[in-house]
């Protein structure tokens, strides 16, 4: 009966599939318009409770309301039409064939209108498709015969969209004088979409509908053209020429460009298949309309952060104001992936010190779709399905990470090693993967060893013949030319110098205990466990039995593309699991830098395993599977965001351009909004004034951009100096270069002082303790300029110092104390011991010790250590908290707070680090313990140890 019962359901949904999809698809359309905006003010006054809803005015019954209404709103739509559409198939008879076009309409809009629902916004693309399913289905019904036939044909179908979609992006370039022109508004696109078709359908009538087609392949050009014509129009007016209008500019090229393809290259045109003209001109409109259209803004809006900004922007300020050279004088932690977009904007366009170059940042996003294109054409082995993943796909950036897809690029490489094995095809893999690094760190990191195991996987597998000759001579080759490019920079800059550089940056890159999380998750649950260990033990496995089928013979022929790229998806989710064991974790919320690989390499293995070769079954796993995975099993909610396809179509980049930029006054291409600008104008303008010729400053507040606002040199290696000036090595390296430089003002914090003063709850006093004490030997407290305190060098001739400001902070080492003492056991030796003094006071006992003028001068780098007497056993969960105070007479002149933590005896801290210390401000210590710490340690004997380095 249960059989019976089953196959009787599976009958049912194969036999209805279409009427089910059809009536899902226009039911959900139309429930996510009504119930768009839903309102839950309170409207009922015929009683009035007092309540937490009532103060924000929210009438909880009528979110009750909302929703069973809801509810039964969508099972009388369900039903409506799925009799409707079920009356009109049986009474019209259309074939199986006739109506596929329609079901896949409905099937994909089915899913982007609940997509809506998990936040990818996709309205205006979904009523789009609305329209397309009741126009096809309607001519299925009733024109069979007609003139509107050759629209049945879904390759057609698809062509005449992509043409209208580049002719509404011409169109809106040309006449959309502001935003809400057509901002939202889907009904220019329809109207493109409608004059295409009519002219399509009279050409087609008389040269036949492949010829037709070419009549409007020039159109692919326009979103060239629309860039082209706004970098013309902005480099004249910035020049100071009389200003030509740019829709002369976009009609003069694009007049050009349509005359030379329908002329010159109209015979290569008419030689191609419809497939040729897909593979070699749609993927050209299509990925750059997505990407010029999404990410392409002529005017450029200021960074809203005063931060990460700094690591492209002083990069090219460091190139092209100052002639260093990247990874040689200077080093950005992300690498060229953030600086090679800027360097062609500055050679075509002049080096101009302001944010303009990041005009052209969306090359790296047609990076992406080109990698990715040509990714999803080897999986589903068609150009065309693989257009159509990438404009439909929902989460697409998430799923495929923008910025770190490039690493995949060695599966190209492992594939050709596969068909045949050779030097110069082991030559490609190797410099592949050390661009990779170069590229941008982690994602060189995680590509490395993708690409090394995979190798040796497949060695091991007999999917490459390993031959040692091979192998050992491309070897041999890429470690002459690394040598031949380190000879270089040698010749350039002195060895000494460019050693001590790539030591920094080694230092660096190992530097993960500094920016790592204590904690991965605020509670262990199930999603943690998930992603944590179900995640990682499944992509092992799925490898590892990769590696069996492989070994085992049943695959008769090379391994497969799609299986292929499945096991280095899953090795690169591997290699690049360290980022969430550091810090982008779910402390962060930042699950998808990792997580997103594991998701589409499962589904490649369901492709390999399930897809038998068939386009509409891998095209339903990349789509179903992916989005499927990703939206229930993601760690974290995906704020509202819309998709590619959504922005280009109702929000293109280049709305307003003539508002924007060619009407208005602005003397170049960087609109700031007010408030931002007043975080830092004053500042600014304070730097310029002051400093003269070579003169700059240091930061010491982690706002780096500053150095390219004022364009002063930065005395640091690293484009973000503090940050990344982690550990002894770097502090001292970074110390030498500050003596190198002209350095007179120092911006030594923030005022009110805020997260970038004590970045993780760690002050920058103990952080880059080392800096701090050279910084108060040789720089004095002068003067708050804005939000900045700034200090002068102590042999700086100015005005009188305002020195009463506050010179000190409290800086909490937790349980770093005890563990900087296991450190400091090579480093240090005893200065001289100091005898206990004990007082009693009303407000509780506490330790103090005198500091004599002698002594202090003697101590200008040293640390405090404090040794204890266990009384009790000591338990992990206990907080046994102690006090270091730095008196001066009875005024608290620095402070340092740090834990007793298992059964650990002596404890370090820092005493040179203060200010007060350095300028001989301190006569006595005070410690004070806990209240729980009384109980289980006492305080033994305390001793300055001298800093053998200083």
């Not at 839950?40 to 006054?45: A, E, L, W």
């Not at 999404?294 to 492209?312: G, Q, R």
């Not at 701090?772 to 030997?777: G, K, P, R, S």
């Amino acid at each position: 009966m249960e059989e019976s019962t089953r196959h009787t359901f599976f009958n049912f949904i194969r036999r209805e599939k279409e009427v089910l999809v059809f009536a899902l698809f226009v039911s959900v359309y139309l429930l996510l318009q009504l119930f768009k905006f839903p309102d839950f003010r309170v409207n009922d006054f015929s009683s009035f409770l007092f309540g937490e809803a009532t103060s924000r005015n929210v009438s909880i019954g009528r979110r009750i309301s909302y929703f069973y209404n809801g509810m039964f709103a969508f099972a009388g739509l369900f039903s409506a039409f799925y009799f409707l559409f079920k009356f009109l198939i049986r009474r019209f008879n259309p074939s199986k064939i006739r109506i596929q076009t329609p079901f896949y309409l409905a099937g994909l809009g089915s899913v982007l209108a609940l997509v809506n629902i998990f936040g990818a916004d996709s309205k205006n693309f979904t009523g789009i498709l609305l329209f397309l399913f009741v126009l096809i289905f309607l001519i299925n019904l009733f024109a069979r015969e007609s003139l509107l036939r050759p629209l049945l044909n879904p390759t057609i179908l698809i062509s005449l969209l992509i043409y209208s979609f580049l002719l509404y992006s011409g169109v809106i370039f040309l006449v959309a004088i502001n935003e809400d022109t057509v901002a939202g508004s889907i009904w220019w696109f329809l109207l493109a979409l409608i004059h295409i078709s009519i002219l399509y359908l009279l050409f087609e009538k008389k040269l036949g509908s492949r010829k037709a087609l070419l009549v409007f392949q020039p159109l692919i050009w326009v979103p060239i053209i629309t860039f082209l014509s706004a970098e013309v129009v902005i480099s004249i007016k910035y020049s100071g020429n009389p200003l030509m209008d740019y829709q002369i500019i976009f009609l003069i090229l694009f007049v050009l460009t349509y005359v030379l393809t329908l002329t010159v290259f109209r015979k290569k045109l008419y030689r191609l298949s419809f497939k040729g003209l897909v593979s070699k001109y749609f993927v050209i409109g299509v990925l750059s309309s997505l990407a010029i259209f999404t990410f392409y803004s002529p005017i450029v809006h200021y960074p809203l952060e005063l931060f990460e900004s700094a690591n492209p922007a002083n990069a090219q300020m460091r190139l092209f104001e100052y002639g260093e050279i990247p990874f040689v004088d200077f080093m950005s932690s992300h690498m060229v992936q953030e600086q090679w977009s800027g360097w062609i904007y500055h050679l075509i366009h002049g080096y101009s010190g302001d944010f303009s170059f990041m005009a052209y940042f969306f090359f790296n996003d047609v990076l992406f779709l080109i990698l990715l294109f040509f990714l999803l054409k080897e999986i589903l082995k068609d150009h065309l399905t693989a257009l159509v993943v990438i404009i439909c796909l929902p989460f697409l950036g998430e799923l495929f990470n923008p910025s770190l897809l490039l690493g995949v690029l060695p599966i190209f490489y492992l594939r050709n090693l596969i068909r045949k094995t050779s030097i110069i095809d082991y030559l490609k893999l190797y410099w592949v993967v050390i661009f990779m690094v170069f590229w941008k760190l982690d994602t060189g990191f995680a590509c490395l060893v993708a690409s090394s195991i995979g190798l040796i996987l497949l060695w091991i597998g007999k999917q490459i013949e390993f031959k040692f000759k091979e192998v050992a001579i491309s070897l041999a080759i890429t470690i002459v030319i690394l040598g031949l490019g380190l000879g270089l920079t040698f010749i350039l800059r002195s060895p000494e110098y460019v050693m001590e550089n790539m030591t920094a940056a080694l230092h660096y890159f190992k530097a993960g205990q500094a920016h790592g999380f204590s904690q991965l998750t605020w509670e262990v649950d199930q999603n943690f466990y998930i992603h944590y260990v179900f995640m990682p033990l499944i992509a092992i496995l799925l490898v590892l039995v990769s590696l069996f089928e492989m070994r085992s013979g049943e695959i008769k022929q090379k391994v497969s593309f799609v299986h292929l790229a499945g096991i280095f998806f899953m090795l690169f989710f591997l290699g690049n699991f360290q980022r969430g064991l550091v810090r982008h974790s779910f402390m962060e919320g930042l699950d998808f830098f990792w997580s997103s690989f594991f998701f589409t390499g499962l589904i490649f293995f369901l492709i390999h395993w399930f897809g038998k070769g068939k386009r509409n079954r891998i095209f339903a796993f990349l789509l179903f599977g992916n989005l499927c995975l990703f939206v229930f099993f993601k760690a974290f909610p995906i704020g509202q965001r819309k998709m590619m396809i959504e922005t280009a179509i109702a929000y293109p980049t280049h709305l307003g351009f003539k508002q924007h930029l060619v009407e208005s006054m602005y003397d170049n291409r960087v609109e700031i909004e007010d408030e931002l600008k007043a975080e830092y104008e004053w500042i600014v303008n304070y730097l310029k004034e002051e400093l003269e010729g070579e003169e700059t400053f240091y930061d010491f507040t982690n706002t780096p951009i500053l150095y390219y606002l004022t364009q002063k040199s930065q005395p640091s290696y690293f484009c973000q100096n503090l940050q990344n000036t982690v550990g002894d090595f770097l502090q001292l390296k970074q110390i030498e270069d500050l003596k190198k430089a002209d350095v007179p003002l120092l911006l030594y914090s923030n005022e009110p002082m805020n997260f970038w003063d004590r970045t993780d709850n760690v002050d920058n006093t103990l952080r880059y303790y080392l800096i701090a004490e050279y910084l108060f030997q040789n720089y004095e407290p002068d003067t708050i300029v804005g939000t900045k305190w700034v200090w002068k060098a102590s042999a700086f001739e100015g005005k009188e110092r305002k020195t009463n400001l506050k010179t000190y902070r409290f800086v909490d080492y937790g349980k770093s104390a005890g563990l900087w003492t296991e450190y400091l056991k090579k480093e240090g030796s005893v200065l001289a011991p100091i005898t206990l003094i004990f007082e009693e006071k009303q407000k509780g006992a506490y330790s103090k010790v005198e500091v004599s003028e002698d002594l202090l001068n003697q101590s200008r780098a040293c640390f405090l250590q404090l040794s204890f007497d266990l009384k009790t056993e000591m338990y992990p969960e206990e907080f046994l908290d102690w006090t270091v105070q730095l008196m001066d007479g009875k005024k608290v002149v620095g402070t340092a707070r740090f834990e007793g933590f298992e059964n650990h005896e002596v404890y370090t801290i820092r005493l040179s680090n203060y200010y007060n210390w350095q300028r001989g401000n301190v006569d006595g210590i005070r410690i004070i313990p806990g209240h729980l710490s009384k109980q289980r340690m006492k305080l033994r004997g305390i001793q300055l140890v001298k800093d053998k380095r200083f």
